[in-house]
């Protein structure tokens, strides 16, 4: 698979570290050992970038969908499993595709579905299910899609061709921080053209706030809700008051890092930024044989500034300014605080 402009891959980046370790035809680190470091190294500047920019670099898109039942007030976040969809882009469930053909080139798997579109992107992450040859199921980034019915993704070599059926249908990428939650109040579910609210978050001081019936607001006919995020395994979103059953939570969150494991396996390093990442691995390669790391060690804190100095200004036209985290969505109101703590606009 061609890489766009910005992007390399595993094998990019381990063969550009042990260029520059003088490490090319030594085994003093093994390419595991070498993989390891990489993956590491890229969580770090992974958090570095979520944790002051997240909503600019890396969000979840679409969002995932809660769909409440009137019967609980706390849901489940994504983990990576099946167990969790997303909508289709323009709003709507994506539908579970029938596979039929699996075939394998090096360790790049090529699925075909049958007529019906499987409306997956490059990038998700796909469930293969119930395909003959076990090694073809789990849950997979998509590499490429060429096609409405075809589509790639890589994993290990060696498998023959299967045309036993199966299914496949898109995963959620495991939840990692929350960006936003809204309520949709008018549209199909995850539509971008439905009407949302902004869920406010609750302090733990407030979760009894609608213990009373008289306490809880509406909107023309719409409870206002209010979350706190659970930091369980998995994570859960907790929605007070309870919600009635059928209504949608738009959850926007920046998702966990998936590890590199095969050699083509895509990191995009946005504009030059995996030298952090080939810094960062050349002082761990460094280190083990106990050299000198402060040239690598220098070059990671003049990236580190760089980094910080123009990741949050990608949106050079309007940058960020002061947000009034307490306005409401509702249109028509012009007080701070209803009854029960509600905050109207």
Do not use: C
Not at 48 to 66: H, R, T, V
Not at 137 to 154: E, K, L, Q
Not at 275 to 286: G, N
Request: net charge negative.
């Amino acid at each position: 698979m061609a890489l766009l402009p910005g992007q390399t891959n595993l094998s990019g980046i381990r063969t550009t570290v042990r260029q520059r370790t003088d490490k090319v035809n030594s085994q003093f680190v093994t390419d595991v050992e070498l993989n390891g470091f990489i993956n590491s190294s890229i969580q770090e500047l992974y958090d570095l970038l979520i944790g002051a920019y997240g909503e600019d670099y890396f969000s979840q898109i679409p969002p995932y969908l809660i769909t409440t039942d009137g019967v609980n007030d706390k849901y489940n976040l994504p983990d990576g499993s099946s167990a969790y969809t997303l909508p289709l882009p323009a709003g709507g469930a994506v539908p579970v595709s029938t596979i039929t053909n699996a075939t394998q080139s090096g360790t790049l798997v090529t699925i075909t579905t049958d007529t019906v579109a499987h409306l997956l992107n490059a990038g998700q992450l796909v469930t293969i299910a119930g395909v003959g040859t076990a090694g073809y199921n789990g849950t997979f980034p998509i590499t490429a899609v060429p096609s409405a019915t075809t589509f790639t993704y890589n994993t290990t070599s060696g498998l023959a061709t299967d045309t036993s059926g199966g299914t496949a249908k898109v995963t959620a990428t495991p939840f990692y921080k929350l960006i936003g939650v809204d309520h949709q109040i008018v549209g199909v579910p995850g539509a971008p053209n439905g009407i949302y609210v902004r869920v406010q978050r609750f302090k733990m001081a407030e979760r009894n706030q609608y213990a009373f019936p008289i306490w809880t607001n509406h909107w023309y006919g719409n409870i206002v809700l209010k979350y706190h995020l659970q930091n369980t395994n998995p994570a859960q979103l907790w929605i007070i008051p309870l919600p009635p059953g059928g209504r949608t939570i738009r959850v926007l969150y920046a998702p966990r890092f998936v590890p590199l494991v095969n050699d083509v396996d895509v990191f995009d390093g946005i504009n030059g930024w995996e030298e952090y990442v080939v810094a960062d691995v050349m002082i761990k390669v460094l280190n083990k044989e106990e050299s000198d790391v402060s040239v690598p060690a220098a070059i990671k804190r003049d990236l580190l500034e760089r980094i910080k100095d123009i990741a949050d200004t990608r949106d050079i036209g309007s940058p960020s300014t002061v947000v009034d985290v307490y306005r409401s969505d509702f249109p028509g109101f012009g007080f701070d605080h209803g009854a029960g703590g509600s905050e109207y606009y």
